[in-house]
């Protein structure tokens, strides 16, 4: 079940803006929402603390931009990414404990 529901997501610029359903406004930048994707694939790239990894140059997180939203049933959203990358599943409850992570 689903403990928050966004009534509005409003694709930005650099972010996206989400008013929530208890009436919380929340701005989530982009970069933040791909470093933290939640898909199989970078929870794995991101759990082998691999000292070699390469990361991400700042050049690439400014190029990178949000190519389209799906919604997933009616509890998430599906996000496609400038590079690709589009296997991420956003959870509406991931979304919110991410924006009030960064309200704290």
């Known amino acids: 079940m689903q ?3 966004p009534t509005e997501i409003k ?4 972010s996206l803006s989400i008013q929530w359903s208890d009436g919380m406004l ?5 970069r933040e929402l791909r470093e933290k994707c939640p898909c199989a694939r970078c929870n794995a790239e991101k759990q082998q603390n691999d000292p070699f990894r390469l990361l991400q140059s700042e050049e690439y997180w400014e190029k990178l931009h949000l190519v ?3 919604p997933v049933g009616r509890y998430a959203i599906q996000l496609q990414w400038s590079d690709g990358h589009k296997t991420g599943i956003y959870t ?7 924006a009030d992570s960064i309200e704290k």
């Open 3 to 5: 403990k928050y529901r």
């Open 11 to 14: 694709r930005l610029s650099h």
């Open 26 to 30: 929340c701005e989530l930048f982009y």
């Open 68 to 70: 389209g939203i799906q």
């Open 92 to 98: 509406f409850n991931f979304l919110r404990e991410l």
